[in-house]
């Protein structure tokens, strides 16, 4: 009986929240059988158990997707054209992940904005950035001014857009396509993240007692 060509890509992480993780839920399959892509969509990855209430990590490979679909009777080749390891991330439902989300991102935004404002204020405080703008508008008018002067104004509109131009987004509003820099910076540290679960679980399967 011949095989039948299977081809699957497995992100690098996939995040569920069900329980029972199947191949369909981590992985894109392909098959010119549409029966066999059936089963191996069905095929059962892990399952997270009842008892657990808050968000874990599974890290699996390749190989040992390709023993489970071996013990379920497929007689199957599996071209793999994903990652070689990859992480399921359990989220107990939807609701709770995204109101986490939400309180983690008021959160960092507070900090980013008050963190940035003190730091600006102390820099401007150091600099004596107010009696260089005095002198400036005193030696370009000859008045020494007694007040906030249109320095000041064009200073503050200025370090706002260069904020929002670096930083390419404002709300749903972005200037180019391009990825702004907190997406790269969030995308590499969920790249970095998802490695150190990778090698930390590698290490552990490849640790012997010595004792």
Not at 86 to 104: D, E, N, R
Not at 110 to 124: D, R, S, Y
Not at 177 to 184: A, K, L, Q, R, S
């Amino acid at each position: 009986m011949s095989s039948e060509t299977v081809y699957l890509k497995i992100s690098q992480i996939t995040e569920v929240y069900e329980r029972n993780v199947s191949v369909k839920d981590i992985a894109e399959v392909h098959c010119q059988n549409p029966a066999v892509e059936a089963k191996i969509k069905t095929v059962r990855v892990t399952s997270f158990p009842e008892h657990v209430r808050k968000s874990m990590f599974y890290v699996g490979s390749i190989m040992e997707l390709i023993k489970k679909l071996e013990q379920a009777g497929q007689n199957v080749e599996i071209n793999s054209l994903g990652e070689t390891d990859f992480v399921i991330k359990y989220m107990p439902s939807p609701l709770a992940g995204k109101t986490f989300q939400w309180i983690k991102t008021a959160f960092v935004c507070a900090v980013a904005f008050f963190g940035a404002g003190f730091a600006i204020m102390t820099f401007n405080n150091d600099a004596s950035v107010t009696d260089v703008f005095a002198k400036l508008y005193e030696a370009m008018t000859g008045i020494r001014p007694s007040g906030p002067t249109i320095l000041e104004l064009s200073y503050s509109i200025g370090l706002a857009a260069g904020i929002l131009v670096f930083f390419n987004h404002f709300a749903s509003w972005k200037i180019t396509v391009d990825p702004t820099p907190i997406e790269v910076e969030m995308r590499l540290y969920e790249e970095n993240l998802n490695k150190a679960l990778i090698q930390n679980h590698g290490r552990k399967e490849r640790s012997i007692d010595v004792s």
